[in-house]
Every structure is written in C-alpha cells, then in structure tokens.
C-alpha cells in the first residue's frame, strides 16, 4: 500500500508540473510544437536524454542482460555513447538551422521541401508513424509491466491473481491494464497542457528523478548482494559466460541447469493433467551461447536510428541557438554511461545473486522484462521500493510524453493542415487538432498495448532498425547536393521493403535471436536503402539550382 502511495504521490506531482507548464502557454502553434524555439541548453540536454531514455533502456537493458551477459553494454551502450553524441552534432544542428531558417516544424515538411515533393510526404507518414508504435509501445508495455510486479500483494481483496501468457501474477497486484492505463493517462494531461513545453519540463524533472534513483537502486542492490566484489564473484563461479561475449564448452551454466530442471518439473506436471485444465505448454529453456563478433559489430547501425526519430527532430527544433548542442554533444554519452552501466550490472549479478542459499530470482523465471521490478520488490523496503519505481516510470513516461506530441505534430501539421486544409489553417485550430490527436494516439496505442506485442527488448531493436534503414535519407539531405527525389523515394521504399521482409522473417519479432547472414538485420537495411538512394541518384535529374541555394548557399559550375 505504501509503495503504491509514493507511486500516486509521483504521478501527482507530474499532474502539478503540467498545471504550471501550462501558464507558460502563450496560446499559438509554434508555442505549443516548438516552444516558441527558446529552449536552453540544459533542458535541451535533459530532453534529448529522457526521450531516448525508455523503457528499454532500464527495464529493457536489465532484463536482456540477465539473459544474455554483460555483452549487452557493449552492443548498445557503447555504441550510443559515441554515435548519438555524433548525430547530434552533424546532423542536429544542421536540422535545426533550417528549421529556423525556413520555418518547419516537423521532419516531413523538411523533406517534402529538400526533395522537391508534395507527395514524398504521403510516403514517410506511414512508415514514420509505423516504426513510432512500436516505441510507443515499448514504454507502455513497460510501465504496466512494472507497476503489475512491484505491487503484487498489495490489494489481495481487490485483484485475483490471473495468467499473462505462462506466467502467473500473483494476487494482490495492481492490472497491467490499469497500471499503464494510469501511465497514459498522467502523460497525456501534461503533454495536453503545455505542449513540447510541458515534455522539456517533465523530462527535466524526470531525468533528474531517474539518474538519482538509478545510482541509488545501483548502490542498494549492491550491498544486498553483499557488495559488487561479492555479486560479480558470485557470477564469475556458478554462470562466468555473464561477463564474457562468448560461452566456452566447460562453463559450469548453473542457471541454465537450474532452469531445465524447473522445465522439466513444470513439463511433467503439465503432461499428467487432464487436457481441459493444461493451459499453455512450457516455453523450451534456451541454451546460452554468446554474440560472435559479426553480431556484435553490426549493432553498430541500430544508434543511427537517432537521426529519423521524429520525436527527436522535434526536440531539435526547439533549442534557442546552435550553441545550445554544445552540453548535449559532451554530456549526453556520459548520461548514457550512468543509466546503462547499471541497469546492466544488475542484470548480471541477478543471473547468479543467491540470499539465503536460494536464488534471488527463482530458476524458472520466465519474464525477463520483470527482472527489475522484482528485484526492487524483493531487496528493498516499500517505502524505497516506491521510490525506486517511481525512478523506473520517470525514465519511461520521459520519452512516452515526445512520442505522443511528436505523432500529433504530424497529424495535425502534415495531413491536416496540408494535405486536407492546404495551409489554410489557424493558429488556434492547429493546437486544437494537435491535442486531439494526442488523445486519439494516447488511446490508440494503449489498446494495442493490451495484447503485450513481443518483448521490450526486442520490439525495440526492430523499431530502432526501422530508423536506423533511413539514415542515409537524412544523411544525404543535409550533406549530399546531388541526392534527388528519385533518390529518396528509392531510399525509402528500399527501407520500408527489406524491414517487412527481414521482420517476417522473424517471425515478427517473435525469434529473439533472428539474425541475417550472421549480422543484425539492420546493417543489411542500411546498406540497401544507401545502395538504392545512391544509384537512383546518379541516375536521375539533379534538383534544382533553386532547391541547392536553399539548403547550400550557393550553386556550383
């Protein structure tokens, strides 16, 4: 109950951060998308940090490192520190330069203008909007998920336990359906409110929230296992293939043994009952067997995702100044470093962490995306345990909140007022639609949301590689003057193609390990939709002189 308590609390303050946010609201279009562009360089850092800060960064980082290692770090972490921090610097600014310069307000009115095509717009909006669902869903998913763990027990009265997929949840605990219900909920009264204004505040506030309590969890969890000498010696003698990327012949696997066993337990019971009470058979226990170094590289290409998230591209265009991407240029890798190491290491050290002679999280366990939640409802007190997941919703609702204004923007910006009003559209018609949109997406998502759609972990790598696969796009819009729109076209068809196919193969996210030609699916993504941009390109009319002293400054001979 107190647990709970801390968590209203939370959400509370939020709603009062809203209310402010608001008064700040000066009532136009540009105020409400754009903030007016007056945002400084510290909550631009905190903004671009808490919208690429998901639940796939927390939830998502600890549960897949207590699958697979410690090479988790390495295949995301690393290569985002660098990358991201390099996106921003090449490609952000140069975006939002031309924003001001020509007056944009989201990425499709970019590229319908560089392009030279009405009707390109026509094709981005629904691979653009398709790839934000899944991340949507990701944080959606994850809050439910989280708050159902950490208040099992809380209200045995009120909620039975019930079944979600094989997995039991114990009575007591607060629905998946209403725990992210009042997840969306919050969000969208902030977001409603104050616009991109009320995310930049919200994700400051909740950014702060979530480095501190991550620290903090870090530190206890630590000293529960009996401090990070002693939980890594753990790893190192029952499970050593958790600090390495590869498995070797001898390694003792004593969580994969103590999970076939509990397998074969659940099996036999499953096998004896009637037909009519079995319920699903018992999910096959996967053997361990590390990344190879094509795998790990080629992970290399998922951060490039960065450079087409709309949401991000929204956040960019809000800064006061080029110079206001100065912290986030140096600090944002940092940042990065503090939430991942972490969320990793815990991860880690739950595989083999034993209290008592038993193990923390019981062999058999078979919901990775809870392994935090219950740890923190395991090792701590409720009032620390509500604390700590109030840190863990701050870091999901601080990239919720973009996503959702971010699909608003474009419905509003680039179907409405474009294609259907033709630019003949009020200032206060265009907030009115934008916050109808938010409510329809809000509740859109949510919906989809109930069905629990593949792992946090692996729905996000594939809406990452979606817009990873267009990269090149922005890439060459910025930097190349020949790129046509033949070009981008081709680029973005490519794109749309090869992830359908590559996802299908999948078996729609459904294999956890899908990987092509040895490689993420992603780096054969990036390299037909280059492929396809540059050869079309070549092939096709240069743009127009008009178009290169728009975007250049001046035409060559």
């Avoid at 669902?133 to 998913?141: R, S």
């Avoid at 680039?414 to 259907?420: G, K």
């Avoid at 190349?480 to 033949?486: C, L, P, Q």
């Amino acid at each position: 109950m107190l647990q709970v308590g801390i968590i209203c609390g939370y959400l509370a303050l939020l709603l009062l951060l809203g209310v402010a946010s608001s008064r700040f609201f000066r009532g136009t279009a540009s105020d409400y998308f754009l903030a007016s562009r007056g945002i400084g360089s510290f909550l631009l850092l905190m903004s671009l940090f808490g919208t690429t800060m998901t639940a796939f960064a927390m939830v998502g980082s600890t549960g897949e490192s207590f699958k697979a290692g410690i090479g988790v770090y390495g295949l995301m972490a690393s290569w985002s520190g660098i990358i991201h921090a390099a996106v921003f610097f090449l490609i952000g600014i140069k975006l939002w330069s031309f924003g001001k310069r020509h007056g944009y307000v989201t990425q499709i009115q970019f590229f319908r203008d560089r392009f030279e095509s009405d009707k390109l717009g026509l094709i981005l909006f629904p691979v653009l909007v398709g790839l934000v669902i899944p991340y949507l869903l990701i944080g959606i998913m994850g809050a439910g998920a989280t708050i159902e763990k950490v208040t099992e027990g809380a209200f045995p009265s009120v909620f039975p336990a019930y079944f979600t997929g094989r997995t039991v949840v114990a009575a007591g605990a607060v629905p998946y359906w209403l725990g992210s219900l009042a997840i969306c909920l919050v969000v969208l009264f902030y977001v409603f409110l104050g616009g991109v204004r009320g995310t930049a505040w919200a994700n400051a506030f909740q950014t702060l929230v979530f480095l501190f309590i991550g620290c903090f969890t870090f530190v206890l969890i630590a000293d529960k296992f009996g401090g990070v000498r002693n939980a890594t010696a753990m790893v190192q003698e029952h499970n050593p293939h958790y600090l390495r990327r590869t498995v070797d012949a001898d390694d003792p696997l004593t969580r994969y043994q103590g999970d076939l066993k509990v397998h074969g337990q659940r099996l036999a019971k499953w096998e004896a009952a009637p037909p009519e009470e079995r319920g699903p058979k018992p999910a096959e226990v996967e053997r361990p067997h590390g990344f190879t170094q094509l795998h790990f590289l080629t992970y290399f290409f998922i951060p490039l995702s960065v450079g087409m998230f709309p949401h991000l591209f929204q956040h960019w265009l809000t800064a006061r100044s080029a110079r206001s991407f100065r912290l986030s240029v140096v600090a944002h890798p940092l940042l990065i470093l503090l939430v991942w190491a972490p969320c990793v290491m815990i991860g880690v050290w739950a595989t083999s962490a034993m209290i008592d002679g038993k193990p923390v999280i019981p062999y058999g366990f078979t919901n990775p995306n809870a392994v935090l939640g219950k740890l923190v409802a395991e090792l701590t007190t409720p009032v620390l345990g509500g604390f700590l997941t109030a840190g863990i919703l701050a870091a999901i609702m601080s990239s919720l909140d973009s996503q959702f204004l971010c699909i608003g923007s474009i419905f509003t910006n680039d179907i409405v007022a474009h294609y259907i009003k033709h630019d003949r559209i009020g200032d206060r018609q265009r907030v009115f639609l934008g916050r109808l949109f938010v409510i329809l997406i809000v509740a859109a998502t949510y919906a989809l949301a109930q069905f629990r759609p593949g792992g946090v972990f692996t729905l996000g790598v594939w809406c990452f590689s979606g817009f990873a696969s267009l990269f090149p796009l922005v890439f060459a819009a910025v930097y190349w003057r020949r790129v046509t729109k033949a070009g981008a076209y081709a680029c973005v068809l490519t794109a749309a193609a090869t992830w359908i196919w590559l996802f299908a193969e999948s078996g729609f996210a459904g294999d956890d390990n899908y990987l092509f030609l040895g490689m993420m699916p992603a780096a054969t993504m990036v390299a037909a939709s280059t492929l396809a941009l540059v050869v079309v390109s070549l092939l096709t009319r240069p743009p127009s002189a008009a178009t290169i002293e728009k975007f250049f400054g001046t035409v060559r001979a």
